[in-house]
């Protein structure tokens, strides 16, 4: 991969292409990175992205989809979606597949199932946080790498606006949650409207709220954060 930098790297004196060159290095021409969005909430899918950006040519200023706005990370997805050269592949896994798996090993499946869709494959993967059992290619963990590597930035923009996106028709299908603003979170508004109207099809039942809503028994804890509505 040619020695880049993207424009948010230079501003923020940052190489985001330092370990996609490390691999390049190492013998691997296709490398992707791999994020995930949707992990903490109570309700939708966890959504896994998987993206190998081109070896040459200008990036799009991708960086953590977590310190853009949410207009910042629609602008960057539709520059990615369209930028040649690009591969990526998007996997979602449901509500009832987290309950039945557990959050943690849907989130890995979801990375799995988005590394095996792409066209052409991946001959090494960057995946964001601790390591990933399991992976149809070798790979390297990063801590933060939605901050510290572009290929893992611009898979965690993608998977964030397309789970964004999903959230917004599923509050059409289930009005009355305010999807489309919380995006499933577990905002005081959202638990409002869960102990009101009880569970949605999109609600994760093993999760601690959703459960106590239901009168069943959790089976996963509540995670320790509720991101505000446009995170």
Known sequence: MACRRTAAAR?????????????????????????????????????????VLPATGPLPPVFDSKQLTARRREELAAALEV?????????AVPAAEIDRLNILKATHLAMRQALEQLD?????????????????????????????????????????????????????RHPGYGFGQHKGYGTAAHLAA????????????SFAPVALAAGLVPRQPELPFARPAGS
């Open 194 to 205: 869960l102990e009101r109207l009880g569970p949605s099809p999109e609600h994760r039942l």
């Open 83 to 91: 930028l040649p050269g690009i591969a990526f592949a998007i996997a």
């Open 120 to 172: 052409p494959a991946a001959e090494f993967a960057l995946v964001d946080g601790l390591p990933v059992p399991g992976l149809p290619v070798p790979s390297r963990a990063i801590v933060k790498g939605d901050a510290r590597s572009a290929s893992i930035a611009a898979a965690s923009i993608l998977a964030k606006v397309y789970r964004d996106r999903y959230m917004a028709a599923a509050d059409a």
């Open 11 to 51: 501003q923020g004196e940052v190489d985001l292409l330092a370990f996609e060159r490390e691999a390049a290095a190492g013998g691997f021409a296709r490398i992707a990175g791999v994020d995930e969005a949707g992990r903490g909430p109570l309700a939708g899918p966890v959504v896994a992205a998987a993206v």
